[in-house]
């Protein structure tokens, strides 16, 4: 402890520099594209002011690290500071010369240039990092999962401190990530392994990766002016060391991509369903449907189901995907809601699927049955029935004569007008007082329109609103408003006060 201490001390005294010099230096003049490289300045003086370095060659710097050296010869301590650079170029590039103002006079770097390779070096079996990439299929169809895996392994005692692979992103295919990256040891190797499932959006043959992967080591920094074996110990080597990433680029897989029949955009095996939850309900009250599908395949790219039912208010929910897992396939589940509104009986129609069957590879179309809805206390179509008239004969035409005939007036014109006319002034003077009854008499509000003044949700606001929201203008704005906070994570205030009064209006003159 007290030799730490005193070399500590020695780390505290007045400074005194024989000379001053600068260098620059690179960890490689060479590297693959999508590699980084980092570059030094080291300066000797008592005031150092190094250039401010924002990009090189274009390419922006993207880390810097500064550290302090010592270094004592025939008594004499001398200080350094090196300052160091990280950038990725992407083609041919040369550090230019850069000035350093070290104790008020200028000194200048040399230009280094580095070059920048297509193609990395082939890792073999036996190499120090493996980085690649496997699928377990080369031809598919467009939809068809193909399993993708990501695998980074290094050898055990290289000072890797952390390891980072790219997540896939490929031009014309949908790729979702499987289960927790995996870590384990393989004979003298760290491995780290990811997988992925990949589905061909369209047909073609296509080029997936390179990917980059990176990994972060602790290295000893050169110390080109610590000569004294003073210093030579864990103590301040441990202190003396720094974090280095190194890119790696995995290889190329070429996938060719079948286009489906009939141009369909589904491939696996599922199953439909559809359900209500009621066959009979009251006029202007919602009916639910839930569509339910289940299977293996690409069900993420199941469309949105819609509706199209005539004189009815139709409301389509987003629907729910839920993939995972199962048998070692891709599977999932796909639900949706939709709303209906009528004031009359009506019939849902068939809901259809239609995909590439994975076991046969041939169109497979499925569906639903239809189901019929009854509405109570709304408009029903119904036909008239007018009475028929018998053809008149000879003999019923005489017997209608005679009856004609025989009847007598029961009142003259002049006593039925009479009559009529008194009795129209008394309805007149009737309804003028109910009226007047009707004025005085306090509103009675709606059950609709508490409801409405109470919703305690956007969605039971919404399916209050649905009912009516073709005979306002206000209520169908409303509704839009509300489906944008449901769905789209909007905040639109919405004034139930004046929803719950445009309703009771509605509903007043519907009395």
Known sequence: MKKILGKIAILLLPLWLLASSVNVSVDKDEVTRGDSVTFTITAEGKNIDFPTINSIGGYDIIGTSQSSNI????????????????FTPLKDVTIPSFEVK????????NPIKIRVVDTPTKSSSNSNVVFKIITDKKRAFVGEPIYLDVILKYKKHQNIVDSKIQTPNFPNFWVKKVGNTKVYQENDYIVKKERFIIFPQKAGSFEIGPLVGKLAKRVTINQPFINDPFFNDNFFKSMLTQIQTKQIISNSIKIDAKPLPNNLELYGKFTIKADVD???????????????????????????????????????DEP???????????AGTFTQTITIVADSNFT????????????TNKPVEIKTKPIK???????????KTEPKIAPQTKTTQ???QIEKKSKKPELSSWIIFFIGFIFGILTLLIISKFKEFKKEKKPHESNIAKAIKNAKSDKALLELLLPYIKKDPYIEEAIKKLEENIFQDASHKIDKKLLADIIEEIENKGE
Do not use: C, H, M, Q
Not at 71 to 86: D, E, F, V
Not at 320 to 330: L, W
């Open 71 to 86: 270094s004592i010869i025939n008594g004499n301590i001398k200080k350094s500071i090196s300052k160091s650079y990280t």
């Open 102 to 109: 070290i104790d008020g006079k200028v000194y200048k770097t």
């Open 278 to 316: 009621k066959r009979v309900v009251e006029a202007n009250k919602p009916v639910r449907v839930k569509i339910k599908i289940d299977g293996y395949g690409n069900i993420d790219d199941v469309k949105k189901f819609n509706l199209n039912i005539p004189n009815a208010v139709v409301y389509a």
């Open 320 to 330: 729910k995907i839920k993939s995972f897992i199962k048998n070692s396939k891709y």
């Open 348 to 359: 849902i129609p068939p809901f259809v699927l239609k995909y590439v069957d994975s076991t």
């Open 373 to 383: 809805i009854e509405v109570k206390g709304g408009n029903t179509s119904y036909k």
């Open 398 to 400: 005489k017997i209608s």
